[in-house]
T-cell receptor, first 114, second 112 residues
Framework: NAGVTQTPKFRILKIGQSMTLQCTQDMNHNYMYWYRQDPGMGLKLIYYSVGAGITDKGEVPNGYNVSRSTTEDFPLRLELAAPSQTSVYFC?????????????FGEGSRLTVL | DAKTTQPNSMESNEEEPVHLPCNHSTISGTDYIHWYRQLPSQGPEYVIHGLTSNVNNRMASLAIAEDRKSSTLILHRATLRDAAVYYCILRDPNQGAQKLVFGQGTRLTINP
């Protein structure tokens, strides 16, 4: 099982550039999430989706956009990159709400904005 | 949302047991206690969860206080691979995982 796959693993952007972080899962999970993790800190939720065609903002959505056209894919778009978006980004998925709905995380995408 | 409190860091020796504490004095009656860990340069991974009774799995044990205001994750025989940040999280089963709060966790160092 591939689980949750993120690409790219590393990327350097210049201020003002745009890019998309890709996330795909092969577990047929309906819930998907994007988090960012700054050095030495916990994870902060950017956006999440409860199913294809449905997305919602998390704690820190500004500067980001998402879409969910299929169950498998949940790309995160950064428009007009800023140094404050330098972080490690994690995509996660889970089957459903409920106490056993554990999150499965990807390996992360390290983004640097210069 | 009910919050948890964990020590910032702990240190232990290889092949010894490790007890990672978590306080959650405002836990509600329906909240489950979940533990995740994050190995260096990786995403978090699920470790264990429980409601009231102590729980065991192949990775760890979870001991929950009778009043549920605290819990302890137990690694019975730590290895170097157990060096990670451990997160204690409360989960309301009636809400989606988007409500989970990953704080700073406890950074566990294992000495050879």
């Amino acid at each position: 099982n591939a689980g949750v796959t993120q690409t790219p693993k590393f990327r350097i952007l210049k201020i003002g550039q745009s890019m998309t972080l890709q996330c795909t899962q092969d577990m047929n999970h309906n819930y998907m999430y994007w988090y960012r993790q700054d050095p030495g800190m916990g994870l902060k939720l950017i956006y999440y989706s409860v199913g294809a065609g449905i997305t919602d903002k998390g704690e820190v959505p500004n500067g980001y956009n998402v879409s969910r056209s299929t169950t498998e894919d949940f790309p995160l778009r950064l428009e007009l990159a800023a140094p404050s978006q330098t972080s490690v980004y994690f995509c996660a998925s889970s089957y459903d709400r409920g106490f056993t709905g554990e999150l499965f995380f990807g390996e992360g995408s390290r983004l640097t904005v210069l | 949302d009910a919050k948890t409190t964990q020590p910032n860091s702990m240190e232990s020796n290889e092949e010894e047991p490790v007890h990672l504490p978590c306080n959650h004095s405002t836990i509600s009656g329906t909240d489950y206690i979940h533990w995740y860990r994050q190995l260096p340069s990786q995403g978090p991974e699920y470790v264990i969860h429980g409601l009231t009774s102590n729980v065991n799995n192949r990775m760890a044990s979870l001991a929950i206080a009778e009043d549920r205001k605290s819990s302890t994750l137990i690694l019975h025989r730590a290895t170097l691979r157990d060096a990670a940040v451990y997160y204690c999280i409360l989960r309301d089963p009636n809400q989606g995982a988007q409500k989970l709060v990953f704080g700073q966790g406890t950074r566990l160092t294992i000495n050879p």
